[in-house]
Structure formats: C-alpha cells, structure tokens
C-alpha cells in the first residue's frame, strides 16, 4: 500500500517539470498522510488542459477510508471504475514510506527516486459532490527493486507518459512498466515518522534502527 509520502519540491520545480503554472504557496510536507489535501494534477474538462487542485486523500465509505486501489481490479471495481476511465491524476511526491514488518514490530523505510527528480503517482479522482472531490492512489506489485520491504507500491508515471495517462488511454499494462522502469533507492529512517504529528527533513534522513531511540512497538 502506499500511506505516507513527502512532497518538498517547489511550486517552480513542478511547474517546469508538469509544463503547467502551479501558482499557488506549497509548503514542504515530509509526513503526508491520509486525509491531508494533496495536489493532484488533471486534465481540465473544459479547456482540456493540465491543470491542478488539493483534494483530500481518501474516499470516504460507511465502511472505510479508501486510500489506495489495486491496479489490478481497478478498471472493474464499481468504486473506481467510472473514475479509472474518466478521472485520472498525478500526484507529485519526493519519495514514500514504507513499513517492513518482521513479526515483532514495522521498521520504517524511505524510498526515493535514484535520479532526486520528483516522482508521479498514479491515482484517480472520486467525485463525493458536485463540489467535494477525493483522491485515491493506485498501488500495483512492488517491483524487484522494493519486494524485500512490501509486497506493495504506489504505481508510477514516468515524465514522458504523463498526457497519456492523464487522457486515459495509458493501458494498466504499460503503467506497470512505468513503475519497473524507475530506478529507485531506499533506507531505513527514524520511527517518528509513525506519528503524523512528526513532519520536519530529519523524517527522510537514513537512520540505522539500532541507534533509533524511537523505535517501538508498531
């Protein structure tokens, strides 16, 4: 699954890097976590451009809080198949967290693009309201690079596959490729960031867990 990521890229990176003018203030997270308003780059129906909003991560059900879908049965869940074909999105991200669990406790890794450049989630937009949106990302099989942490990844879209993932004919096939074809790295980190409260850059500095005085049962 992917449940924490960071973003510190400013609104000038992205904007050259998405080709699209992020005019708006950014401050650096490095503990994102679901629930948060999350940018989430789109195409605009009406001008058919990229464009970009914060919606809050997570669909909301009587049931649960949908943070992340399989790519696999996506196009046939009824949850999100409607927003698979119709409502696409990038989700711009430094790196992510995940946890490897040895049967005692969860270490925290963090892992992050070789290249430094920022990384792009694929995700969907679920329409709660005519004014109310939520946004979801999509996980597929964590790669040869990851298994060893998780079983799981965010599912990722390299550059020069943005237009056509976001316009929706980007098959689940070749965005799976996309993914394997990112060189990443990871390390293990501080356990504070299992508290939400905890966002500041140490979060992301490796960490050997024998010397993490914050380590404990999680």
């Excluded at 950014?26 to 001008?47: E, K, M, R, T, V």
């Excluded at 890794?109 to 990302?137: M, N, R, T």
């Excluded at 850059?201 to 960490?207: G, T, Y």
Aim: proline letters at 5%.
């Amino acid at each position: 699954m992917c449940g924490r990521y960071c973003l510190h890229s400013s609104p000038e990176t992205l904007s050259k890097e998405l080709g699209i003018n992020i005019n708006t203030t950014l401050a650096p997270s490095h503990n994102i976590a679901p629930g948060d308003s999350i940018l989430a780059i789109f195409i605009n129906q009406i001008s058919g451009e990229k464009d970009f909003s914060f919606s809050n991560w997570g669909l909301k059900t009587p049931q649960n809080l949908h943070i992340n879908s399989r790519v696999e049965s996506i196009d046939t869940a009824p949850r999100f198949r409607d927003a698979w074909n119709e409502s696409r999105t990038l989700i711009p991200a430094n790196g992510f967290y995940e946890w490897y669990q040895d049967g005692l406790r969860k270490q925290p890794y963090y892992i992050f693009p070789q290249s430094y450049d920022p990384l792009y989630f694929g995700g969907i937009i679920c329409s709660l309201s005519e004014d109310e949106k939520a946004v979801v990302i999509i996980t597929t099989e964590a790669n040869s690079q990851l298994n060893h942490i998780h079983n799981r990844m965010p599912l990722l879209i390299q550059k020069e596959d943005h237009e056509v993932w976001l316009n929706g004919t980007m098959a689940k096939e070749s965005a799976i490729e996309n993914t394997n074809n990112i060189l990443l790295k990871a390390h293990t980190v501080s356990s504070r960031v299992n508290k939400i409260i905890n966002n500041d850059s140490c979060l992301v500095k490796k960490q050997d867990p024998s010397k993490d005085d914050q380590m404990r049962l999680f």
